[in-house]
Antibody, heavy 121, light 106 residues
Framework: EVQLVESGGGLVQPGGSLKLSCVASGFTFRDYWMNWVRQAPGKTMEWIGDIKPDGSNTNYAPSVKNRFTISRDNAKSILYLQMSNMRSDYTATYYC??????????????WGQGVMVTVSS | DIQMTQSPSVLSASVGDRVTLNCKASQNINKYLNWYQQKLGEAPKLLIYNTNNLQTGIPSRFSGSGSGTDYTLTISSLQPEDVATYFCFQHNSWPTFGAGTKLELK
């Protein structure tokens, strides 16, 4: 059974940093693109970035580029999201999502249950 | 970015009802449309991918259809365990999501 379990959320001050983790199990982690998606309170889900299976390439949404860094440890099957210089509008539930290919285009299949991050003084 | 508009935002229905949820894209998304179910406190679950393909393990009462800009998720006979929020997602281009339809029991 595919499982994705996020951790590391909590309260952080504006301008601060936080690192989220996502432990994957039930599949060969090193074979898959992985993504982070967030949902701010009352807002639609927003894709924020992904990372290639071998970790050699990452992509980011403009809203988080240069503030967020996605990385992975394939030996431990863990995905990371390093967030820095955080703003109040980064308050959201952050989801770890497995990438897949559907009819030739990247898609998402399995999700974690999410971890809450609150940016506030 | 492609905007995804779901309707209705809230739907109340009775057990056994046929239920239809809608998702409209701001431009043609070539059937690259997924539907997810999210129950309170749980991870979103993929139900339908590429408009009409049932994900493994999902009950056959769920089905999807559509083309171009207009897509539909149908539950043929609503069950109590179907109470959840359903959201659509397009992956034809930069990935974007709908705001969701909250499905309640009447």
């Amino acid at each position: 059974e595919v499982q994705l379990v996020e951790s590391g959320g909590g309260l952080v001050q504006p301008g601060g940093s936080l690192k989220l983790s996502c432990v994957a199990s039930g599949f060969t982690f090193r074979d898959y693109w992985m993504n982070w998606v967030r949902q701010a309170p009352g807002k639609t889900m927003e894709w924020i970035g992904d990372i290639k299976p071998d970790g050699s390439n990452t992509n980011y949404a403009p809203s988080v580029k240069n503030r967020f860094t996605i990385s992975r440890d394939n030996a431990k099957s863990i995905l990371y999201l390093q967030m820095s210089n955080m703003r109040s509008d980064y308050t959201a539930t952050y989801y770890c999502v497995r990438g897949t290919i559907a009819a030739g285009k990247p898609s998402f299949d399995y999700w974690g249950q999410g971890v809450m991050v609150t940016v506030s003084s | 970015d492609i905007q995804m508009t779901q309707s209705p935002s809230v739907l109340s229905a009775s057990v056994g009802d046929r239920v239809t949820l809608n998702c409209k894209a701001s431009q043609n998304i070539n059937k690259y449309l997924n539907w997810y179910q999210q129950k309170l406190g749980e991870a979103p679950k993929l139900l339908i991918y590429n408009t009409n393909n049932l994900q493994t393990g999902i009950p056959s009462r769920f089905s999807g259809s559509g083309s171009g800009t207009d897509y539909t998720l149908t539950i043929s006979s609503l069950q109590p365990e179907d109470v959840a929020t359903y959201f659509c997602f397009q992956h034809n281009s930069w990935p974007t999501f709908g705001a969701g339809t909250k499905l309640e029991l009447k």
